[in-house]
């Protein structure tokens, strides 16, 4: 039988573990905005960090991404160079709707 990308990424364990890395990066980007890849992997420890921040977009989070010059220590000594930095610039939104079937109803709206 085959099943659909939907359908996999619903019974697949790890959608929670991912929303939760997700959750974990966004608060650190909060309290820290233009990190470095290197900062948000020793933080928050998710494993895959570039493929969590490559998907935090399609799951409703805001990322932006830019070139900065930094200081950044290496084997031979600290040296400027140009690293890419991440700044969270918004949250994922629940989206409401006054229809009853539709899936973005909000359970608590008056009809």
């Not at 659909?4 to 890395?21: F, G, K, R």
């Not at 399609?58 to 830019?66: E, K, L, P, T």
């Not at 229809?99 to 009809?111: E, G, V």
Request: overall charge positive; charged content about 20%; hydrophobic content about 30%.
């Amino acid at each position: 039988m085959l099943f659909s990308s939907l359908t996999l990424a619903l019974l697949s364990p790890c959608a929670s573990a991912n929303t939760e890395h997700f959750d974990r990066v966004a608060d650190y980007l909060e309290k820290h905005p233009d990190s470095t890849l290197e900062s948000i992997d020793a933080a928050c420890n998710v494993g895959r960090t570039y493929q969590v921040l490559a998907d935090m977009p399609s799951h409703g989070y805001g990322i932006s991404s830019r070139w900065c010059w930094r200081d950044v220590a290496c084997t031979t000594g600290p040296h400027l160079r140009k690293v890419k930095t991440y700044t969270l610039t918004h949250r994922p939104t629940v989206q409401t709707c006054k229809h009853s079937r539709c899936r973005y109803a909000n359970k608590n709206a008056k009809p």
